[in-house]
């Protein structure tokens, strides 16, 4: 293609989105709005993932160890439950390690168990990490059999809900997501009807001189692309705005528990995925705009 016929196409292209800028600045509207459910299902997803890794990295189950176990007898059930493969770390807990973390957790309430410290009723435990939250209750299961083990504590409810949590973040977001790039592709195909339904005429003068099918949907092409891009340029730095704000806003609340705050030291920072979102965006609106062109322009030219 010679550069006169490159600039000329580009120049109808911008032509095209000026003279319908009414109907082109609606279709931008729109695809923003979609863009941003899109990025922001995109980052719920990734978020979700990671708390559930910062949890995963934290959640401890407490093996408590009978009573009538001995000193030697405890060794080899930590080397029992080093060999449980959902176990990623196995920490000893002696009882006197156990009654002062219990006399730290009562605060004020010291002087009632000072009478504890000469007549330690605390078992052996161990305080062993899981690996996979969706095996957590399965893991408890093997644990308590291990010889030697009472029984183990673990928030299982916790890690359910969890779980359940980012099963339900994947099929929602993916679903949003493919609802919403038919709907933008619509949104372009209806802004590029009206531009070939106002250039009907001068369509039907270069057919008549000979024009290609492929030099006349060029320009189309082009308005298409044009559409796509502007709204992924302000869906992202929109997206990177609201993102920072919110973030900043749960994190400074007071409301905000203890636990909500450390859960959230695990928030992905958006420059972290900023690169990528930025290339998705980018691809993903020039390509809505060629596809929403492409697909839908063939019907209403007839050519």
């Known amino acids: 293609m010679k550069a006169s016929s490159f600039r000329y196409l580009l120049k109808e292209g911008f032509r095209g989105f000026w003279v319908n800028r009414l109907m082109s600045l609606a279709s931008i509207g729109v695809l923003v709005a979609c863009m941003l459910l899109i990025g922001a299902a995109v980052l719920a997803s990734i978020n979700i993932n990671s708390m559930v890794g910062y949890v995963e990295d934290q959640n401890e189950m407490v093996v408590f160890v009978k009573e009538d176990v001995s000193d030697s007898e405890v060794k080899e059930v930590e080397k029992a439950l080093n060999q449980v493969d959902n176990l990623s770390e196995v920490v000893f807990v002696s009882k006197e390690a156990a009654l002062e973390e219990t ?3 009562v605060g ?22 899981v690996q996979d939250l969706e095996r957590l209750s399965e893991t408890q299961r093997e644990v308590e059999q291990v010889a030697g083990v009472d029984y183990a504590r673990a928030p299982t409810e916790i890690a359910g809900t969890l779980t359940t949590i980012e099963r339900i973040v994947y099929v929602a977001g993916v679903a949003i997501v493919g609802i919403l790039l038919v709907v933008s592709m619509i949104i372009i195909s209806n802004t590029i009807k009206i531009t070939v339904f106002n250039r009907r ?23 298409g692309i044009i559409l796509g891009l502007i709204s992924a340029i302000l869906s992202f730095f929109l997206l990177w705005g609201g993102y920072t704000l919110l973030i ?11 636990w909500i705050r450390e859960v959230f030291m695990s928030v992905v920072p958006f420059t972290t995925v900023a690169k990528e979102l930025a290339i998705g965006f980018g691809v993903g609106g020039v390509g809505l705009g060629a596809l929403g062109s492409l697909i839908f322009v063939r019907k209403y030219l007839k050519v």
């Open 108 to 129: 004020e309430q010291d002087e009632f168990f000072e009478d504890l410290k000469d007549q330690n009723p605390m078992p052996f435990s161990f305080k062993v990490k």
């Open 248 to 258: 900043n806003y749960i994190g400074s609340a007071p409301l905000s528990s203890q």
């Open 201 to 223: 005429k001068e369509i039907n003068i270069m057919k008549y001189v000979g024009a290609t099918d492929g030099f006349i949907r060029m320009p189309f092409l082009v308005e």
């Open 103 to 105: 006399l730290k957790s």
